[in-house]
């Protein structure tokens, strides 16, 4: 095919070793997740129109620029629904579906947040060694059978996205690095990006891992990931870190199979603590309904709901759970953390 300059890679490609300089693409073009395509963007957007590149700075995207994306799965309750589709053919038209750089065909999105999406026009998929290159064939983190860290887990899960989960994990994370403490944090659900991870470390994580180091471009999938996130908190057990925080990204129910990794025996046995995030009170009141049903650990809520003393007081007489707010008051959550460690 013509050669084709590139004006910039997507994050969920970082582990892909592609040589802008000596790239080739092909018309064969595997419609499955995790195929590295080229594509041209078709339109300009003044919202939710940045690409997260693979050290994670974030570029503009413009009309008629050229980018390399990865097909994937998104259902958003706060951006963009979008699969990839049964076939993908050069100058197919496909939508640009989150900030990592997935795309497919976009089925809808909340506007008010992200608008349009991005059009892109296909221009062929990246070959490498031979074949169309795919990012579960470069994938550092192998899925695991079972979860074999001896290190101790805090969970971070919530009833959607934007419920607060990163600010809590990176204020756990702080806690602990201010402790003296060395942590390691990983993000197992969700859609690949890296911004979140990246705020880990920022916060004092020494080691990140994320659901694309296992190969997905989302855990919208019917891959198996469960054992993906085995895998990561197996891979992070090496470093010498004392713990390991794990956020399950968008709601514990939904789409992106959070429920498997906070449910899962394996993962419950070995947590210490373990935060909850909602929005509201009847978000609450569901995470206790799911707690008790499939017996695992809820130790503080966070989120939105703690914003003031109209959530706090009502959870904390109701229904005896400690909370704190790990945007609006840093030095209480700081103090809940200590305190259910007992640290």
């Given at each position: 095919?013509?050669?084709?300059?590139?004006?910039?890679?997507?994050?969920?490609?970082?582990h892909?070793?592609?040589?802008?300089?000596?790239?080739?693409l092909?018309?064969?073009?595997?419609?499955?997740?995790?195929?590295?395509?080229?594509?041209?963007?078709?339109?300009?957007?003044?919202?939710?129109?940045?690409?997260?590149?693979?050290?994670?700075?974030?570029?503009?995207?413009?009309?008629?620029?050229?980018?390399?994306?990865?097909?994937?799965?998104?259902?958003?309750i706060?951006?963009?629904?979008?699969?990839?589709?049964?076939?993908?053919?050069?100058?197919?038209?496909l939508?640009?579906?989150?900030?990592?750089?997935?795309?497919?065909?976009?089925r809808?999105?909340?506007?008010?947040?992200?608008?349009?999406?991005?059009?892109?026009?296909?221009l062929?998929?990246?070959?490498?060694?031979?074949?169309?290159?795919?990012?579960?064939?470069?994938?550092?983190?192998?899925?695991?059978?079972?979860?074999?860290?001896?290190?101790?887990?805090?969970?971070?899960?919530?009833?959607?996205?934007?419920?607060?989960?990163?600010h809590?994990?990176c204020?756990?994370?702080e806690?602990?690095?201010?402790?003296?403490?060395?942590?390691?944090?990983?993000?197992?659900?969700?859609?690949?990006?890296?911004?979140?991870?990246?705020r880990m470390?920022?916060?004092?994580?020494?080691?990140?891992r994320?659901?694309?180091?296992?190969?997905?471009a989302?855990?919208?999938?019917?891959?198996?990931?469960?054992?993906?996130?085995?895998?990561?908190i197996?891979?992070?057990?090496?470093?010498?870190?004392?713990?390991?925080?794990?956020?399950?990204?968008?709601?514990?129910?939904?789409n992106?199979?959070?429920?498997?990794v906070?449910?899962?025996?394996?993962?419950?046995?070995?947590?210490?603590?373990?935060?909850g995030?909602?929005?509201?009170?009847?978000?609450?009141?569901?995470?206790?309904q799911?707690?008790?049903?499939?017996?695992?650990?809820?130790?503080?809520?966070?989120?939105?709901?703690?914003?003031?003393?109209?959530?706090?007081?009502?959870?904390?007489d109701?229904?005896?759970?400690?909370?704190?707010?790990?945007?609006?008051?840093?030095?209480?959550?700081?103090?809940?953390?200590?305190?259910?460690?007992?640290?």
């Amino acid at each position: 095919m013509k050669p084709v300059i590139i004006d910039a890679v997507c994050s969920v490609a970082r582990h892909v070793p592609i040589k802008l300089d000596k790239l080739e693409l092909s018309g064969t073009i595997p419609a499955v997740e995790g195929t590295v395509i080229a594509a041209r963007i078709s339109n300009d957007k003044k919202i939710y129109n940045r690409l997260e590149t693979p050290n994670g700075r974030q570029i503009r995207m413009q009309k008629g620029k050229k980018y390399l994306l990865v097909l994937g799965n998104r259902a958003a309750i706060d951006g963009f629904v979008g699969h990839v589709p049964e076939r993908v053919a050069v100058g197919d038209m496909l939508q640009i579906l989150n900030l990592g750089g997935l795309c497919g065909i976009c089925r809808g999105g909340t506007k008010r947040y992200v608008g349009n999406p991005f059009n892109v026009k296909v221009l062929g998929s990246v070959m490498l060694n031979g074949k169309p290159a795919n990012i579960a064939d470069y994938a550092p983190v192998q899925a695991a059978p079972q979860v074999t860290t001896q290190k101790k887990l805090i969970l971070v899960f919530g009833t959607s996205m934007n419920s607060g989960k990163t600010h809590a994990a990176c204020q756990v994370i702080e806690s602990l690095t201010h402790a003296g403490k060395k942590v390691a944090a990983a993000k197992v659900t969700g859609a690949g990006c890296l911004k979140d991870t990246l705020r880990m470390h920022r916060h004092g994580a020494l080691h990140t891992r994320d659901l694309v180091d296992t190969g997905l471009a989302s855990t919208l999938t019917k891959k198996d990931t469960l054992h993906a996130a085995m895998g990561l908190i197996n891979d992070l057990s090496v470093t010498d870190c004392e713990y390991i925080v794990i956020e399950a990204g968008d709601g514990i129910i939904g789409n992106y199979h959070g429920n498997q990794v906070i449910y899962a025996p394996e993962f419950q046995r070995k947590t210490v603590l373990a935060i909850g995030c909602a929005h509201d009170l009847t978000g609450v009141w569901g995470l206790r309904q799911l707690s008790e049903k499939h017996a695992f650990r809820l130790d503080l809520i966070s989120g939105p709901v703690t914003d003031n003393i109209s959530g706090t007081e009502y959870i904390e007489d109701k229904w005896q759970l400690p909370t704190a707010n790990a945007k609006s008051n840093i030095t209480h959550f700081r103090a809940q953390i200590r305190s259910l460690l007992k640290m």
